[in-house]
């Protein structure tokens, strides 16, 4: 069985270009986003660590942890990083865990149980470990999302998916499609309609099932 949203973030020991660590323990009471990659000093992967890179600033105010993955060492990983920093101008603080044995891959259901790394592999060889996962603070999965090694990241989409699960976490409302920071939110199906209004205050039924209300945050 593979991970899945609402499952509890394995508490693996991770070694990483900023030393050994149990993945607990490092997130602590923060969010959390693990963002995974085939391999390194490939083009597309640069260009997404980067992009975390330069994303610093927006993190520390969502009280978020970043840390990447690649199944690749870690001296290569410090090597790697000087390129990332190069291209984005932007240092890249964040940890990078050296998944050299797969475990982390297999765990996150990343790669099937029998999966291995040839020799001479190319990132063709662990394409799909192309994954970003959110985690809260009870160390529990919201969010997984995997690409193909075609396509870059949009980590505007990340932001705006971690806005969106703190704004609903514990709290009985939704986000609708394209919903941003601020904007309306729907109340959830488990509030009757007085319970709905004496919780949030004034309420817009548009249909019987879908109501909304102002963001509450």
Known sequence: MGLRINDLLPNLTVETDQGTFALHDWQG?????????????????????????????????????????????????KEWKADIEKTAGAPANFPIIADLDLTVSKAFDMLPAEAYLPDGRTAANSASVRSVFIISPDK?????????????????????????????????????????????????????????????????????????????G
């Open 29 to 77: 009471d923060s969010w959390a986003i693990l963002f995974s990659h085939p391999k390194d000093f490939t083009p597309v992967c640069t260009t997404e660590f980067g992009a975390v890179a330069k994303l610093a600033a927006e993190w520390e105010k969502r009280n978020t942890k970043v840390i990447g993955l690649s199944v690749d060492a870690v001296e290569e990983h």
């Open 140 to 216: 529990k999965v919201q969010l997984i999302m995997t690409y193909p090694m075609s396509v870059g990241r949009n980590f505007a989409e990340v932001l705006r998916a971690l806005d969106a699960l703190q704004a609903t976490f514990g709290t009985p409302i939704a986000t609708g499609a394209n919903w941003e920071y601020g904007q309306d939110v729907i109340v959830a199906l488990s509030l009757n309609d007085e319970q709905a209004k004496e919780t949030f205050g004034e309420v817009d039924i548009v249909l019987p099932y879908l109501r909304t209300t102002k963001f509450p």
